[in-house]
């Protein structure tokens, strides 16, 4: 029996790159949370905040706000 050709994971481009964003910032949190000063923690956790609202708006298809 032959291998089935696998179909392409990636039907949802723009969801995809929000959430190669999404985890790229939470792993740069994880590695360097430690050595943050108060004001980067702050802005890390806007950052967040903002790619998880981004990712919920592609995934949903939701219209960007404003």
Avoid: C, F
Avoid at 24 to 44: F, N, V, W
Avoid at 52 to 59: K, L
Wanted: overall charge neutral; cysteine-free.
């Amino acid at each position: 029996m032959s291998p089935r050709p696998r179909a392409e994971r990636r039907q949802n481009r723009p969801l995809r790159e929000v959430l190669d964003d999404l985890l790229g910032h939470a792993r740069e949190i994880a590695r360097r949370a430690k050595e943050m000063t108060p004001a980067e923690l702050d802005y890390a956790q806007q950052r967040l905040e903002w790619l998880t609202d981004e990712v919920w708006r592609v995934a949903t298809g939701e219209a960007p706000p404003g």
